[in-house]
Protein backbone atom coordinates (compact mmCIF):
# COMPACT_ATOMS: atom_id res chain seq x y z
CA UNK A 1 0.00 0.00 0.00
CA UNK A 2 1.21 3.52 -0.97
CA UNK A 3 0.19 6.47 1.20
CA UNK A 4 0.14 10.20 0.21
CA UNK A 5 0.35 12.72 2.56
CA UNK A 6 -0.58 16.34 1.97
CA UNK A 7 -1.74 19.73 3.60
CA UNK A 8 1.04 20.54 5.66
CA UNK A 9 2.63 24.55 4.60
CA UNK A 10 3.14 27.93 6.37
CA UNK A 11 1.18 28.95 9.00
CA UNK A 12 1.35 31.58 12.24
CA UNK A 13 1.47 30.64 15.83
CA UNK A 14 -2.36 30.30 16.82
CA UNK A 15 -3.63 28.88 13.44
CA UNK A 16 -5.12 26.06 11.87
CA UNK A 17 -3.83 23.34 9.08
CA UNK A 18 -5.40 19.88 8.34
CA UNK A 19 -2.96 17.23 7.22
CA UNK A 20 -4.45 14.27 4.97
CA UNK A 21 -3.05 10.79 4.09
CA UNK A 22 -4.97 9.11 1.30
CA UNK A 23 -4.25 5.41 0.87
CA UNK A 24 -3.76 3.69 -2.44
CA UNK A 25 -6.09 1.26 -1.49
CA UNK A 26 -8.76 0.01 0.75
CA UNK A 27 -7.70 -0.32 4.54
CA UNK A 28 -9.55 -2.46 6.89
CA UNK A 29 -10.97 0.32 10.17
CA UNK A 30 -9.06 -2.01 12.45
CA UNK A 31 -5.40 -1.33 11.14
CA UNK A 32 -4.15 1.19 12.83
CA UNK A 33 -3.30 4.42 11.28
CA UNK A 34 -1.76 7.75 12.30
CA UNK A 35 0.96 10.90 12.50
CA UNK A 36 4.13 10.97 13.70
CA UNK A 37 6.65 13.66 13.36
CA UNK A 38 10.22 14.95 13.12
CA UNK A 39 11.28 18.08 14.31
CA UNK A 40 14.59 19.59 13.90
CA UNK A 41 17.33 18.31 15.99
CA UNK A 42 14.78 16.15 17.33
CA UNK A 43 13.89 12.11 17.21
CA UNK A 44 10.49 11.18 15.89
CA UNK A 45 7.58 11.04 17.67
CA UNK A 46 4.17 9.72 17.42
CA UNK A 47 1.82 12.17 17.45
CA UNK A 48 -1.84 10.45 17.37
CA UNK A 49 -3.19 7.22 16.25
CA UNK A 50 -6.48 6.11 15.46
CA UNK A 51 -8.17 2.31 14.80
CA UNK A 52 -11.60 1.43 13.87
CA UNK A 53 -12.59 5.49 13.88
CA UNK A 54 -12.87 6.03 17.52
CA UNK A 55 -10.02 4.56 18.95
CA UNK A 56 -7.65 7.49 19.51
CA UNK A 57 -4.53 8.62 21.24
CA UNK A 58 -2.17 11.47 20.89
CA UNK A 59 0.87 12.20 22.73
CA UNK A 60 0.25 14.84 25.83
CA UNK A 61 1.69 18.22 23.84
CA UNK A 62 -1.36 17.94 21.34
CA UNK A 63 -3.86 16.95 23.32
CA UNK A 64 -6.93 19.20 23.18
CA UNK A 65 -5.49 21.03 20.03
CA UNK A 66 -5.17 17.91 17.36
CA UNK A 67 -7.92 15.75 16.21
CA UNK A 68 -6.88 12.98 14.25
CA UNK A 69 -10.03 11.27 12.51
CA UNK A 70 -10.51 8.72 9.24
CA UNK A 71 -12.58 8.03 6.42
CA UNK A 72 -12.72 4.55 5.46
CA UNK A 73 -14.93 5.00 2.56
CA UNK A 74 -12.26 7.71 0.99
CA UNK A 75 -9.17 5.55 2.31
CA UNK A 76 -8.03 8.37 3.96
CA UNK A 77 -6.77 9.60 7.45
CA UNK A 78 -6.73 13.16 8.40
CA UNK A 79 -5.16 14.86 11.25
CA UNK A 80 -7.07 18.84 12.07
CA UNK A 81 -4.28 20.76 13.97
CA UNK A 82 -5.16 24.08 16.14
CA UNK A 83 -3.79 26.50 18.41
CA UNK A 84 -0.78 25.58 16.59
CA UNK A 85 2.67 26.25 18.53
CA UNK A 86 5.95 27.07 16.74
CA UNK A 87 7.13 23.63 18.31
CA UNK A 88 4.95 22.03 16.22
CA UNK A 89 6.77 22.69 13.54
CA UNK A 90 8.27 19.72 12.10
CA UNK A 91 7.66 17.09 9.28
CA UNK A 92 4.79 15.11 10.18
CA UNK A 93 4.68 11.67 8.27
CA UNK A 94 1.58 9.39 8.44
CA UNK A 95 1.48 5.07 8.85
CA UNK A 96 -0.93 2.61 8.41
CA UNK A 97 0.22 -0.87 10.51
CA UNK A 98 -0.62 -3.33 7.97
CA UNK A 99 -0.20 -6.95 9.87
CA UNK A 100 3.21 -5.84 11.78
CA UNK A 101 4.97 -3.64 9.47
CA UNK A 102 4.72 0.17 9.35
CA UNK A 103 4.08 1.54 5.89
CA UNK A 104 4.76 5.61 5.60
CA UNK A 105 4.32 8.67 3.57
CA UNK A 106 6.34 10.98 2.18
CA UNK A 107 6.11 13.78 5.18
CA UNK A 108 4.80 17.14 5.02
CA UNK A 109 6.17 19.68 5.98
CA UNK A 110 4.54 22.38 8.82
CA UNK A 111 5.85 25.29 10.07
CA UNK A 112 4.55 27.52 12.42
CA UNK A 113 6.00 30.87 12.70
CA UNK A 114 5.84 32.71 16.11
Known amino acids: VQLQASGGGLVQAGGSLRLSCAAS????????MGWYRRAPGKQRELVATIRSGRDATYTDSVKGRFTVSRDNAKNTVYLQMDSLKPEDTAIYYC?????????WGQGTLVTVSS
Open 95 to 103: YAKITGTNY
Open 25 to 32: RGIHSSVT
